[in-house]
């Protein structure tokens, strides 16, 4: 694992997005190739050697995409001219923590990451849950914790060690809403550099908050204006839908931007 960041070079990248409010649908079937994925490989264990829960398959984006409205478009993949293929030049590491309250969608937005389709019914992480993307120019490692009440005593350990934190909001449980910006504010007190990235999950769902809501009761408007923290709308489909959500492409397309 990389040593984490530091200071000089969080303060590098003084980058501002807009707020993000997409909340359309895509086929599932163009998910992965709007992102540059190709077919998952083998799971991998991230951070000093832990075990996952229900590891989820990584997949590799074969460039670093490029926006061109809600779609994106990446370069062909070359042919192999023989089975045999060449050795991997040793990438540079970047560490994502995923983070959020159970049932937020954490693990379902790893798996449309990683090119694979949701699962259906919630499904908690009792553990760890971790995914790895390279990219052209690095590899993403991605890192979940469970949410449960005893498992986020855990995440401030790991807060300090990655260098783009994701906290997921499931934008239509009103009721736990603020035990989510409880959990978030302590994050965000942990390291002050550290970018931020809220996800308003589940976007799609009637009774779901709008956007400008969860900033308020997320009480992300009083946050420092030098801080980057970001908060962007996700819409991720229920299994057997056909339909992936094209935020999570914008989310991926930050995650990049934070992570060069």
């Not at 809403?177 to 002050?192: I, V």
């Not at 408007?221 to 339909?243: C, K, T, Y």
Request: hydrophobic share 40%; glycine share 8%; proline share 8%.
């Amino acid at each position: 694992m990389s040593g984490g960041r530091s200071p000089g070079d969080r303060q590098a990248r003084p980058i501002r997005l807009p707020v993000c409010f997409a909340v359309a649908q895509l086929p599932a079937a163009r998910a992965p190739a709007l992102m540059g994925l190709r077919a998952p490989t083998s799971p991998e264990n991230l951070w000093r050697g832990l075990d996952t829960n229900h590891g989820v398959s990584g997949a590799v984006p074969v460039v670093t995409p490029k926006a061109s409205g809600h779609s994106l478009t990446c370069a062909p993949q070359p042919e192999d001219e023989d089975d045999e293929e060449p050795a991997l030049e040793e990438l540079e590491q970047r560490e994502v923590l995923v983070l959020g309250l159970d049932g937020s969608g954490k693990s379902t937005f790893l798996r449309v990451l990683s090119g694979k389709p949701p699962l259906e019914g919630h499904v908690p992480t009792w553990g760890f849950n971790s995914v790895r993307l390279p990219t052209k120019d690095f590899e993403v490692d991605l890192l979940e914790i469970g949410g449960s009440q005893n498992l986020r005593f855990y995440w401030k350990e790991f807060v300090n060690e990655v260098d783009v934190l994701v906290f997921v909001v499931d934008s239509a449980d009103r009721l736990r809403l603020p035990w989510a910006r409880q959990e978030l504010h302590k994050l965000l007190d942990k390291d002050p550099d550290l970018p931020v990235v809220v996800v308003a999950n589940k976007q799609d769902l009637s009774e779901a908050m709008s956007m400008a809501e969860l900033q308020q009761e997320l009480g992300l408007q009083a946050v420092d204006n030098q801080r980057e923290v970001f908060l962007l709308a996700a819409s991720i489909a229920p299994a057997g839908a056909g339909f992936a959500d094209p935020g999570t492409v914008h989310i991926w397309r930050l995650l990049l931007e934070l992570l060069s």
